[in-house]
Each structure stands twice: as structure tokens, then as C-alpha cells.
């Protein structure tokens, strides 16, 4: 009798992110990866005969098919294998062990066998997140053109500094032709260090004055990353 097993294997780094000013945090990811087979269909061929004990018509066949995952999660298939038995000595072949006739049998069986979608879920997933990234990033974009051009007081932009860290700054005043905002003192490498930096104490006393000119310039550049507006 065969069993299909599938193989796993374990990857774990180390993050080690860079924040200024705050204390360096060390975190280990597991991920877990590997291949596995499923049994997709079987049946028993009529005309084959088993090498063993010559037996007509008791051979079954099965096909398994592998696919490779992430968190046991199928992300493509690998594909597909075979097996046979005999359902009366109980002997087990692979399709290269039968004669021909056998063999051509059994290719016509493997032909009908289709691969199953699920076993492209994880590919599905990684489109469905590409696809709700770059529809977000659209409506981020969309956001900031329509609010980089009528600025308000409380606006906290996210911006990219001259080193290409994050940074914010708030809007504490809005005239025609300019604005005063707050600078934070702080920038992070990466935006999901934001949170941590964005707190009242981290934003400077002193007030910079930005014409709107120096805004659309910002904007032009791509500088301006987000912007929050309290309704």
C-alpha cells in the first residue's frame, strides 16, 4: 500500500529594525514551507493486467497530484504522480512497471484528471493583495491631490526627508499663500514605524512656514506620502 507525504521545512530569520531615537527590537519570523500530495481520483482499469499474479481487471490506479505551500497554504501545483495496486494480490507497481497495453491505459485514465483550483489559492490570495494595494495606493494618491491643493489646520502630512525616512509634520495655521506646520523631531525607516514617533511631545515648538509653492513642490516630487484630515 502507498502513502503520500508531503514535506515541510522551517525558515526562521531575524528582523532587527532601525528606528531613531527609539530602542532597537529584535523579532524572530517562522515561516513554514514545503510540498505536499493529495489524492485526486482513482479507478480500475479493466484491461490491465498485474505482473504479479496475473490477474485481469484488479488494478487500480490513483493519481496524486503535489503542490508546493507556504503555512500549509497550496500556492501552485508541482505536478502529478501515479500509482497502481493490485486489488487482489496487493502489490504495488508504477506506471513504468506495467506493459504497454496497461500503460497506455492508464495514460488515458491520467488524462482526465484535472488539477483542482484550490490548489492555486495562494497565488489567488497574493493577485487579491496586489490588487487591494494598488487600489488603495490609487485612493491614497487621489486623497492627497485633492488635499495638498486646499490645505486645513490639523492636516498631519507623512512625508519622505531628504534621507528617504518617514517623517510628519502638522498644519497649525493656513494663510492664502502658505502654511505653518510643526515638524516632528523623529523619522523612521520604515512606515509602520510611524505610529510609534507620532506623538504630541515628538512635534517641535518652533514654526516653519510653507508657501504653497514649497507644498506643490513636495508634492511633485513625490514627497508627500499621506495626508490625515480630522473631519
Known sequence: MFVAKGIYQIFVFEINPLIFSLSPKKFNIMIVYGSRSTHLKSEQLRNAVCPN????????ASVYGRHAHIFWIPFFPMGKTGILECQHCHKGYKPKELDDRAKTEYKNFRSTVKT???KYAGLGIVALLIGAGIYSNKMTEDKVNKLVANPAMFDKYTFKTETNYYST?????????SIYVNYN???????????????????AKDIYVLTNGDLEDLH????IEDIERNK
Open 185 to 203: 523631531d523623529y523619522e523612521t525607516d520604515k512606515k509602520s514605524g510611524l505610529r510609534d514617533i507620532d506623538l504630541d511631545k515628538n512635534y
Open 116 to 118: 483542482p483550483l484550490w
Open 220 to 223: 511633485s516630487a513625490g514627497k
Open 53 to 60: 499474479c496475473e490477474t485481469r481487471g484488479q488494478m487500480t
Open 169 to 177: 509634520f502638522k498644519v497649525v495655521e493656513v494663510f492664502k499663500d
